[in-house]
């Protein structure tokens, strides 16, 4: 007789299995895109602008070609002769692969060199003589729309300016109005700094191309193999069936591996012309400089508020500052991304939203790092504007977002730019986390410490975001809809291969995916292989960011294996010699109604799958299902910091951190636990001590770990979690994102700490990072202090 599987004991959903992928990764064993070596495999090397904004004379490869081991010296020129010089970015800008008429910002890929070695090409691309003539250097948005400020887009037919686009959402009209009718209005500007995925492995790409078969293979750092395939297509004319992009394990992504980088396309077109695989594998510093910046946004924000701490309206202006390129990685109707999620947990009558963008004389960028599309600036913002608001009615930080919080029965919910949210228990997780921290004891203990002169904050960040593009009606990037997709292939024994279109690159999808598998049809988790990354074995999807694998990939695993169950349940009824009305399922095992004892197991069903079907049955069982969300899912967090900051130095120290998070239902807790930890290690990061900026002449300041800080368990305060469970009313196993949440809803909690135990002193603002000497301004000279570049230097 066959029994009910226990749920956690199998591994399935809410168990807090031990990472899988973990046993090679500790090992030493992952495999990444460097550990690949190729027979005949050759190595590329990428030459870089030392300058921001210069006009190329000539570029003298002679000296470089004449080194032995030299096999392939690549310019602007000779990509042009094969179209290549540009190629088209995500956001329907065009993007230089290799320089041919000027270099637009420092770092920016000038020549390469394929060598016998990384060595030999390296010295080879130093052999490279190029002649500049340099050009003014933009910086900053206000320095792009300055009379007289030098194009930096030339290149393009129709630019006249260095504006990419204006754009808007919300109702203008209403929000005037709103304002109208204010008791006061409550202002702040703020400039969300440049900041860097800088994931431990950066980005690289080993291009095969086989003339025999012609088969292009592409080991690739990529997030969304299956983007990348399609756009290799479109770009190259190679058929997409004679593509396979495989995306090996991955260092870390964050973002940084989602846009398509000039190295790649370098890669392929080498092997292409060399009939010999080209590795190519990005440095720390190339890293840092050329690829995958996020945000740099400036804000003029604007709350109407009633004196009771009713918020009547937001306004809010953005300037984005793209870099040269626009190549932003997301949906193609929003411009700012989904900036306007801000104020979704608010119940706000009227809100307007402007944004500009602008090129300047920086590496393109701005939609990557834990982002899912700008919503990581949107949160800040709206979190930063909140605070000051409360402070400007003198109301308390906690009473002013209960007062403003959507309710537990308003749902659905349309928010004031236009979203619609679906559940959630907003005033629930607050109380959980003014709980957890004590919060009245700490009042009390901040005021009675700023009598001996101490400085203590509490600073409170509450947000829902959106996570898990599409549904494909309004998302799409390039035109390719935003769904995603699960195959389950159940063998004979019982075992099973399910392979996604999503990717993993950290996150434990080998692990939790086959929770769900477990979950729905109480196989042991261990009996599930999870394959994601390799275009030829895996189903189309649109791959793993704006923490849309859960929502989407994840849904499809459930679903698939409800179709593999419902097969699953006509063999069932034949073994038992029933009919199909007449089965039961219990976790695990088909049963007859009327006589519960007489089952049969999935896996008894897998094996008369390929052994003893019934008449007429196709064999087998597997499946596939593509998902296209009704809805993206709405996470939320309660994330509160106290600090203490020293008024002789600036510096200041956090004392504790309390996070609530109800992202629905958790598959895995421990999995979602790591997400919130390494989410709110990077939010105390960037609020902190990360620092990316630019000089005057365009010079890329932080271009290295000495400079741009990463936090390490020294540094990282300790963080106490709660979770609170409000399940996703439309995914099939009610779970919402939750990979981006604490980076995303994290900065603003450290930051508002630290203004608060500023509050008196006048300071509205200091720019992230908060770096100490940037504290000590403001404490003594008592104003404002931005971190927009250009940045003083030494010299
Ligand atoms: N999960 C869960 N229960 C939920 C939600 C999620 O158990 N209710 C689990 C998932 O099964 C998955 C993990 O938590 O194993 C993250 O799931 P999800 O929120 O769906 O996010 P994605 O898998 O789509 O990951 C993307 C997200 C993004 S966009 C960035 S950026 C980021 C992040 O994940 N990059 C990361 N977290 C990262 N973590 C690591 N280690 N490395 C990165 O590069
Ligand atoms: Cu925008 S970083 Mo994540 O969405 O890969």
New binding site residues.
């Given amino acids: 007789m066959t029994q009910a599987k226990d749920e956690i004991k199998i591994g399935g959903l809410g168990a807090s299995r031990k990472r899988v992928e973990d046993n090679r990764f500790i090992r030493g064993k992952g495999r990444y895109v460097d550990d690949i070596v190729l027979p005949g495999m050759l190595h590329m090397e990428i030459l870089r602008s030392p300058l921001a904004h210069a006009r190329i004379v000539s570029i003298d490869t002679s000296k470089a070609w004449a080194i032995p081991g030299v096999r392939l010296v690549l310019t602007g020129e000779m990509m042009a002769t094969r179209n290549l010089a540009w190629m088209p970015t995500l956001s329907y800008d065009t993007q230089a692969v290799l320089a041919t008429d000027k270099v637009r910002f420092q770092g920016q890929e000038v020549a390469c060199v394929v060598a016998d070695d990384p060595y030999i090409a390296k010295d080879a691309c130093e052999a490279i003589v190029v002649e500049y003539e340099a050009l003014p250097v933009i910086v900053n948005p206000t320095q792009a729309v300055a009379q007289g400020a030098p194009l930096i887009r030339d290149d393009k037919d129709n630019q006249h300016d260095n504006v990419i686009y204006n754009w808007e959402v919300g109702d203008k009209e209403a929000t005037d109005r709103a304002f109208a009718q204010a008791d006061r209005v409550s202002k702040l500007e703020l400039h969300y700094p440049r900041s860097h995925p800088s994931?431990i492995e950066c980005c690289g790409s080993i291009a095969d191309f086989d003339r025999s078969t012609s088969k292009l293979t592409v080991y690739m750092t990529s997030q969304a193999p299956h983007v990348i395939r399609a756009a290799v297509a479109l770009v190259s004319e190679l058929p997409e069936h004679m593509i396979r992009i495989i995306s090996p394990d991955l260092g870390?992504?964050?973002?940084n591996k989602v846009p398509i980088y000039p190295g790649y396309v370098m890669s392929i077109l080498a092997s292409i012309l060399l009939e010999r695989p080209v590795k190519w594998i990005e440095d720390k510093t190339g890293n840092l400089i050329s690829t995958g910046f996020a945000r740099d946004v400036y804000l003029k924000g604007e709350l109407a508020l009633r004196n009771d701490g009713k918020i009547l309206g937001v306004r809010m202006h953005t300037d984005a500052d793209h870099g040269a390129f626009f190549s932003d990685a997301q949906p193609s109707k929003f411009k700012i991304g989904l900036m306007h999620s801000a104020f979704s947990c608010y119940d706000i009558p009227a809100a307007h939203l402007t944004a500009q963008g602008v090129y300047t004389n920086k590496a393109p960028g701005g939609v990557a790092?834990?982002c899912?599309f700008r919503v990581t600036e949107a949160m800040y913002f709206q979190e930063r504007m909140v605070q000051a608001a409360a402070d400007d009615l003198g109301m308390d930080q906690a009473e002013f977002r209960r007062r403003n919080f959507v309710r537990d029965d308003d749902f659905p919910h349309r928010t004031p730019f236009g979203f619609l949210t679906d559940s959630g228990q907003y005033g629930k997780c607050l109380d959980v986390g003014l709980e957890a921290i004590g919060y009245a004891d700490f009042l009390r203990e901040k005021e009675e410490a700023k009598k001996r002169g101490r400085l203590l904050g509490i600073g409170i960040s509450t947000m829902t975001e959106p996570?898990g593009a599409g549904n494909s009606r309004e998302y799409d990037i390039l035109g390719m809809k935003m769904f995603d997709s699960a195959q389950l292939r159940v063998h004979m024994t019982g075992k099973a291969i399910l392979r996604t279109g999503?990717k993993?690159?950290?996150?434990?999808?080998e692990t939790?995916w086959a929770q769900i598998v477990a979950h729905e049809l109480g196989m042991p988790a261990e009996d599930i292989l999870v394959e994601e990354g390799d275009t030829d074995n895996t189903p189309f999807g649109l791959g793993?960011?704006?923490?849309?694998?859960?929502?989407v990939a994840?849904a499809a695993v459930a679903m698939v294996s409800r179709k593999i169950r419902a097969k699953a349940r006509k063999i069932a009824a034949h073994l038992l010699e029933v009919s199909e009305e007449d089965i039961e399922w219990e976790l695990g095992r088909f049963y007859i109604r009327s006589s519960p004892e007489r089952g049969v197991s999935i896996q008894e069903c897998a094996m008369a799958a390929y052994s003893n079907m019934p008449d007429g049955m196709e064999p087998g069982l597997e499946n596939v299902a593509y998902y296209d969300p009704p809805n993206l899912t709405w996470p939320f967090a309660c994330y509160i910091a106290t600090v203490e900051v020293d008024p002789v130095t600036g510096v200041w120290d956090v004392l504790r951190v309390v996070a609530v998070d109800d992202?629905?239902?958790?598959?895995?807790p421990m999995?979602?636990e790591g997400?919130i930890m390494?989410g709110l290690t990077e939010a105390y990061a960037m609020a902190s001590m990360q620092f990316i900026t630019f000089d005057a002449q365009g010079n890329c300041v932080g271009s290295n770990y000495m400079d741009y800080l990463l936090p390490t368990a020294w540094e990282t305060p300790g963080y106490e979690l709660h979770e609170v469970v409000t399940p996703c009313p439309h995914h099939p196993i009610g779970?919402?994102?939750?990979?981006?949440c604490a980076t995303v809803g994290g900065p603003a909690a450290f930051v508002n700490a630290v203004m608060d135990a500023l509050k008196g002193t006048g300071v509205r603002n200091i720019d992230m990072p908060l770096l100490p000497d940037r504290v000590y301004e403001a404490l003594t000279k008592r104003h404002d202090v931005s971190g927009a570049p250009p940045v003083k230097t030494d010299d």
């Fill in positions: 994931p870390g992504g964050f973002g790092y834990r899912s996570l999503a993993t690159q950290g996150q434990g999808h939790t793993t960011y704006a923490s849309r694998s859960t929502p994840g992202c629905g239902v958790r598959i895995n999995v979602v997400q390494g779970a919402k994102g939750i990979g981006e």
